[in-house]
């Protein structure tokens, strides 16, 4: 079995590449929404933190009740209990990326996580 | 203390999130790496995989010995114990997105996870 699995994604409105790829630590998905579009609900997570990373466009995100404006270049950590809701400006759209990991669930990354290789 | 954390990124050669945003579900960084650049070494890593997104550009990803091409939209796992070192084509940059996250650290996501608040 291969070490890798790989996809192209496109302008498809929301792209999720848990079951694509396989992953196992976390869900992306990436997302481009129209202006004036957004989720149609709020919600909060039992169990993971979500983390946005604005590609382009702008828009908001209402944070338990705070708005928090959003453009291109913005990362955003979301903890799991805030209620939350996004969506993209009335005249210009969003895309993002989104990502679900288990909130505490990292033990070591880069440097600590790495092997590196003769 | 909020619920949520933000910061905003340009063209810097790469950003890591996790100290910047106090993530515990995964490292996620960005970087944008000129044509003939690179990750100047092999790398395995001990417990997570590893997500790629590429937003721009091309280059190549170079795992277990596969030379795998990388051009924009494309998204890849990579398992944590594979061999593996990615470089930016030599006439284009490569801008893309790495999220190390533990493997089968996630149990549920999306529905699952999600309260709908009303």
Do not use: W
Request: net charge negative.
């Amino acid at each position: 079995m291969s070490n890798y699995a790989k996809v192209h994604t496109g302008d498809e409105p929301r792209t999720e590449l848990h079951d694509k790829l396989g992953l196992t630590g976390a869900e992306v998905s990436i997302n481009h929404v129209p202006a004036k579009g957004g989720v149609p609900f709020v919600h909060s997570h039992k169990e993971n933190e979500e983390i946005y990373i604005i590609l382009s466009g702008k828009g908001q995100a209402v944070i338990d009740g705070e708005t928090v404006p959003l453009t291109a270049g913005d990362c955003m950590l979301i903890q799991p209990n805030a209620k939350r809701q996004l969506s993209a400006s009335n005249d210009e759209g969003m895309s993002y990326i989104c990502i679900q990991a288990k909130a505490g669930s990292l033990d070591e990354f880069t440097a600590e996580d790495a092997v590196i290789e003769q």
